[in-house]
Structures are given as C-alpha cells and as structure tokens.
Nanobody, 125 residues
C-alpha cells in the first residue's frame, strides 16, 4: 500500500520560505506522477505543482510559478516543494498526491490515486 507522509509546514512571515517534503513508500515510483495541492478554509482543493518521477518534467499553477519549485530525490523516494516569496494567500493545508501513471491530467485532484494527510502552512502579513 502506497503511503505518503508530508512534513515541513509551519508559520512564516510574508516574503519568507518553507520547504515541504513528501516521503513515499510502498510502491515503485518510476512510472508515477507526484503532485502538491492545497486547500484553504472554505475553498476547494487546488493544484499547486506536479512532477513526473521519470524524467522530472514539472508543472505549476500560474499563482505559484516563479516562486515555488517542485523536485524529487530518487534515492530517498521523496518529493519536495520549495516555497519562496510566500504570501498570505498561500495559507492552506498542503497535500502530497501520487498518480500511478504519469499520463493524464496533472492538475485535477481526481487524477491522483493516493494522498497524504496534509501539512498546514500559515503565512502572516
């Protein structure tokens, strides 16, 4: 059974940085697509970034492009989300997600098979 465990959330001032980690286990991830989504109170879950495990192709939401960077460490089966220039509107619970196959929609939550428990990111103004 695939398990995803996020870490690295916290409270940071506007303009600051955080790095989220997602440790994946229980599967062979070479064919997977990994993603980060976020959900603010009263809002729908929204796509943030995604990466194909094989080849490392990345995708970003327009709202985070140029500020966030998604990457992976094959040896550690871990995906990272480096978040710089944080804004109060980035405040949300951030979820790591995994899709068994890299093809398909990378920006829709329905396109992912496994989810982590989420980690809170709070950006103060």
């Amino acid at each position: 059974q695939v398990q995803l465990v996020e870490s690295g959330g916290g409270l940071v001032q506007a303009g600051g940085s955080l790095r989220l980690s997602c440790a994946a286990s229980g599967g062979t991830f070479s064919s997977y697509r990994m993603g980060w989504f976020r959900q603010a109170p009263g809002k729908e879950r929204e796509f943030v970034a995604a990466i194909r495990w094989s080849g490392g192709t990345t995708y970003y939401a327009d709202s985070v492009k140029g500020r966030f960077t998604i990457s992976r460490d094959n040896a550690k089966n871990t995906v990272y989300l480096q978040m710089n220039g944080l804004k109060p509107e980035d405040t949300a619970v951030y979820y790591c997600a995994a899709a068994r196959y890299a093809s398909g929609s990378y920006s829709r939550a329905a396109g992912y098979d496994y989810w982590g428990q989420g980690t809170q990111v709070t950006v103060s103004s």
